[in-house]
């Protein structure tokens, strides 16, 4: 599991864009810590975080 910056560098996406991806529900990260709020993210999302960024 990726922390929501580790993946935000691998994809090259923003983690501003991350956030805004899993609040209009096209990207959502894989667990949210439900404590702290931390988003974590598979690296088996990134091909589809690749396919979001070239729309």
Known sequence: MLKIGDFSKLSRISIRMLRHYD???ILHPKHVNDFTGYR???ESQLPLAGRIQTL
Do not use: F, L, M
Request: charged share 15%; glycine share 16%.
């Open 23 to 25: 609040e209009i529900g």
């Open 40 to 42: 974590y993210y598979s």
